[in-house]
């Protein structure tokens, strides 16, 4: 924002808020939305040029001591929250492991249709030797893997649910993809509805 609002005068000083229909400010009912501006996590970004990071020393029981959890520069909030989801369900697949791997950061879904929706992922070991997209039906008690099972080859995967066996519109389903190296790591868990006829 500018230091001044409608150019009368410093921020903080004798400026007072505009008196506009509620559809213009924040004077709307208890359940309209009571943020002046909306950002999606993934817009929200770790601007410094560095990173920041909690190492382990062992204190926590895993058999590898090392780096728990980096935010690195540049890197989106979803999949800072991601990482944090990760380690409160598995420190050990959520881990930065060069010698047993690690769960993929960031997964997230686009393109959904009525039928089809992809996955894409990022984050990951460079052990890693395959992935596994996983699909439940049941709100995530149970999954079936959807093979066959998927090599990296580009810093962002991609996989299309829905092809060629479609998936059924309107209909919940919860999706993890499992990086599989020296142990198998589940990522986060996306719940996703498919769109109606």
């Not at 992922?121 to 460079?126: D, F, I, L, N, Q």
């Not at 998936?167 to 999706?175: C, E, G, I, M």
Request: charged content about 20%; aromatic content about 6%; overall charge negative.
């Amino acid at each position: 924002m500018s230091c001044t609002k409608c150019k009368s005068s410093p921020c903080a000083c004798t400026d007072h808020g505009l008196v506009n229909p509620c559809t213009y400010t924040g004077d709307c009912p208890e359940t309209s939305e009571q943020c002046e501006e909306v950002v999606c996590e993934e817009c929200v970004r770790q601007c410094e040029d560095y990173s920041l990071r909690i190492t382990d020393t062992g204190a926590i029981g895993l058999a590898d001591p090392g780096k728990l959890l980096t935010i690195g520069s540049n890197e989106p909030l979803s999949m800072t929250l991601q990482k944090i989801l990760l380690y409160l369900d598995d420190p050990v697949c959520a881990k930065e492991d060069s010698l047993n791997g690690h769960a993929p950061y960031y997964v997230y879904i686009t393109n959904i249709t009525q039928t089809t929706l992809d996955i894409n992922w990022t984050g990951w070991s460079s052990v890693t030797v395959d992935f596994l997209v996983k699909m439940s039906i049941d709100d995530g008690v149970n999954y079936i893997a959807i093979l066959p099972a998927i090599a990296p080859t580009t810093p962002t995967m991609t996989y299309t649910v829905g092809v060629p066996v479609p998936l059924v519109p309107n209909t919940d389903y919860v999706f993890k993809v499992t990086a599989r190296a020296g142990i198998d790591c589940d990522s986060v868990q996306i719940a996703v509805k498919t769109l109606p006829l």
